[in-house]
């Protein structure tokens, strides 16, 4: 069984990360979307609720599966048989950084290969940190992430608009 592992914070998971799974599912037997803690990020949501977000947006995916990870990358992608890292790239600035990482997990286990996936051209202008922006001044995200995503971040910012010129 060839399992891929989709690593990242995905605070929170957006279209464009779900598009990326969509179509790894093609390629592996079962992906495992691996959510890290990553506090330097400072996250909207916790991990506990990162988790349960992409449990509701993958729900019905059989090949799919989502847990939490902590440590190096390729320990985590070796204990649980991965074979691949699914890594998105939506522009060249994701090059140079994913680029490094690949290099340095490379050398850390050759075994475990990466494997590079750009996102459909509907989603990839999507990120996290757009999505989060657009919502703290009151925008609304309802065409960049699923339905229960787009609530808790409602949730999250308050339903406060603000009209272009407002003061906060």
Not at 103 to 113: A, Q, V, W
Not at 156 to 164: H, I, L, Q
């Amino acid at each position: 069984m060839k399992r891929g592992i989709y690593p990242g914070t995905f605070d929170p998971i957006t279209f464009g990360h779900l598009d990326l799974v969509k179509r790894s599912v093609r390629i592996f037997d079962e992906v495992v979307i691996a959510v890290a803690p990553n506090p330097r990020k400072q996250p909207l949501f916790d991990l506990e609720e990162r988790i349960a977000l992409i449990r509701d947006s993958v729900e019905g995916m059989k090949q799919v599966s989502v847990e939490p990870f902590e440590g190096l990358l390729v320990d985590y992608a070796r204990e649980r048989g991965g074979v691949a890292l699914i890594r998105g790239l939506r522009a060249v600035s994701d090059y140079e950084y994913e680029l490094q990482m690949t290099l340095m997990n490379r050398r850390l286990d050759r075994t475990i290969e990466t494997v590079f996936m750009m996102p459909s051209e509907e989603y990839s202008f999507i990120s996290s940190t757009i999505v989060k922006e657009v919502a703290s001044f009151g925008g609304s995200v309802k065409s960049l992430v699923p339905p229960a995503v787009a609530a808790a971040i409602k949730k999250k910012f308050g339903a406060v608009k603000r009209t272009p010129g407002q003061k906060s």
